[in-house]
């Protein structure tokens, strides 16, 4: 497959604040996944580096919270607007250090967009006192009501593979909720939030709660012991490591970790359609997403012209550095280490006897490129079809009917997300409503991540917690239970002290009456 360059994506991209801000230290480096070459150095932050960034966001924060949601929602939108301003310099930042495309990386700051309108005018709604009609009559004297109060200050610790959606994206709830936000992004893709952060705080002008630590293990557990609630997002195995560490100082968390999502296709789907969607959520971002299709299973009268369209299709794509011009499909693959973890299952599978109809093969010359591939007549002996993947490799299994492919689909560890693509939407329900994972698409593919209203999370080891809908904003506060008195009141209560037989008969009989059922039984009769 031949691979576009485009100089210019490297020439448009400008110096980010690699210090940020702060004094010289150790340091990373970060370099382009097209070609391997280093753009900057990024300094690390000790822990006391991060406790001092924990002291001034919790500092800044109670004022950020006395501001109120009118207030908050000022700042948030300039922050939209600044986006807005800026977005061809972030996109452009974004693929220098992430090898995405130019549709793919501009998919970051769209959802940053969406989202802060969204939160912006849900928050409020979401977040709002509930009042709670007591279930004892007699407790109705009272008015009973939730409070939500934010945390503090709330931690992100991010991966590398949607760098500013999986960080400031998921930190925008916390901000409307009324915390500060201390995220630390992955030492592989830290320079686009690096540069958001620094227009909100020097372009934007916007208050002091919004910051960002860099490193690796020991910056982000610096941050976990500081942070009053953590979201990690990132591989089953550290988010166990997060979790242990969390514990320590009893601080909640939730996990949004790894997947291998199936996508089902019956007898009567429609198999273009099918093919399209297939292809597109299996190797958008260079199969690089959490929730990408990550195995197939196609019903058995169907599946060699299936199979024949996907590789037409995935024939068709581009695949290279397209700068700014659109002008491939499928990018680098962002992580050095992946590209090792792909090959690997591929040659697994070809190995165990599946066929390989197209890809297969690591990109030549620098950088870290592995080819689009399809994989038929794969099965559960393989580790394509039962370990995470995250690259461009689509691997699909024939079955003889739709219970087979439930079968195996929930045949695995992780229950992120899932698709079905069936004849009719009524049939695609039913399996829907089978597959054991925090969601499914109904003959379509990934586009439930755009509704925010739903929650988003996952089944097993795939996480814990959600993002999105009333609980992805509820998590960012704890709850305050408040009782208060509606009538004027007496000097103490029958339940209180001194105990004596009267008293406590009455509030026996009380008890009998509210609780037992059947009037005869009521009054103990
Ligand atoms: P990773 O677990 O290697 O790293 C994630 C983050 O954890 C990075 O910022 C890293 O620096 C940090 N980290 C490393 N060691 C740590 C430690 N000991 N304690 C605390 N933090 C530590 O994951 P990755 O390779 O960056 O991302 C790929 C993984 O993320 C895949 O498994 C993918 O499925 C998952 N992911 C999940 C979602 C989701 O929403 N469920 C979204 C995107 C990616």
């Given at each position: 497959m031949e691979r576009a360059t485009h100089p210019e994506a490297a020439s448009e991209a400008p110096a980010a604040a690699a210090t940020n801000g702060k004094p010289e230290a150790d340091t990373f480096d970060v370099r382009r996944?097209?070609?391997?070459?280093?753009?900057e150095a990024v300094a690390i932050d000790s822990p006391e580096s991060v406790a001092e960034t924990f002291a001034r966001a919790r500092a800044a924060q109670p004022a950020w919270e006395a501001i109120g949601f009118d207030g908050r929602r000022r700042w948030m939108e300039a922050l939209r607007d600044w986006i807005l301003d800026n977005q061809d310099r972030l996109d452009t930042l974004m693929q220098e250090e992430t090898g995405k495309v130019r549709a793919d990386a501009a998919l970051e700051a769209f959802y940053c967009l969406d989202a802060i309108n969204y939160w912006v005018e849900q928050g409020p709604k979401l977040l709002a006192d509930e009042i709670v009609t007591p279930h004892v009559l007699l407790l109705r004297a009272k008015r009973s009501k939730i409070v939500y109060r934010p945390f503090g200050v709330a931690g992100f610790i991010s991966p590398w593979n949607f760098p500013v959606i999986l960080s400031l994206g998921d930190a925008l709830p916390a901000l409307v909720a009324g915390n500060a936000v201390v995220i630390k992004p992955s030492e592989v893709t830290p320079l686009t939030l690096i540069e958001m952060v620094r227009g909100w705080r020097e372009d934007v002008g916007a208050p002091d709660v919004l910051h960002v630590v860099n490193g690796m293990a020991e910056t982000a557990g610096a941050l976990i012991d500081a942070a009053d609630y953590v979201q990690f997002t990132g591989s089953e195995r550290t988010g166990k490591i997060v979790m242990k560490r969390a514990a320590e100082t009893l601080t909640p968390v939730s996990l949004e970790l790894g997947g291998k999502d199936p996508l089902i296709v019956t007898r009567d789907a429609d198999i273009d359609r099918a093919v399209n969607a297939t292809a597109w959520g299996g190797l958008v971002n260079s199969g690089q997403i959490?929730?990408?299709?990550?195995r197939v299973y196609v019903e058995e009268p169907v599946y060699d012209q299936f199979v024949d369209k996907l590789r037409s299709k995935i024939e068709t794509l581009r695949q290279g550095a397209d700068g700014n011009t659109y002008t491939a499909e499928i990018g680098a693959m962002t992580a050095p280490a992946q590209v090792e973890i792909v090959s690997e299952q591929v040659e697994d599978a070809r190995d165990a006897g599946a066929r390989i109809l197209t890809g297969g093969r690591r990109g030549e010359g620098p950088g870290d490129w592995y080819e689009p591939t399809l994989i038929a007549d794969?099965?559960?002996?393989?580790k394509v079809m039962r370990e995470?993947?995250?690259?461009?490799v689509i691997p699909v299994m024939k079955v003889k009917d739709t219970e087979e492919a439930i079968e195996l689909a929930n045949d695995t560890s992780y229950g992120l997300g899932s698709s079905v693509f069936a004849g009719d939407a009524a049939e695609g329900e039913r399996i829907a409503r089978r597959i054991e994972a925090g969601h499914c698409n109904v003959n379509d593919?990934?586009?439930?991540?755009?509704?925010?209203g739903l929650p988003m999370g996952g089944w097993k080891n795939s996480g814990i917690g959600v993002r999105h809908g009333a609980q992805g904003i509820r998590r960012f506060c704890r709850t305050e239970a408040l009782t208060i008195p509606r009538l004027p009141q007496a000097k103490s209560e029958p339940i209180w002290f001194p105990y004596n037989a009267r008293k406590r008969g009455i509030v026996r009989r009380l008890y009998r009456f509210l609780n037992a059922r059947g009037l005869r039984n009521r009054l103990g009769l």
């Open positions: 996944p097209v070609d391997g070459s280093v753009i959490c929730i990408s299709i990550e794969a099965d559960h002996s393989m995470e993947t995250f690259g461009p593919v990934l586009v439930n991540y755009n509704v925010l």
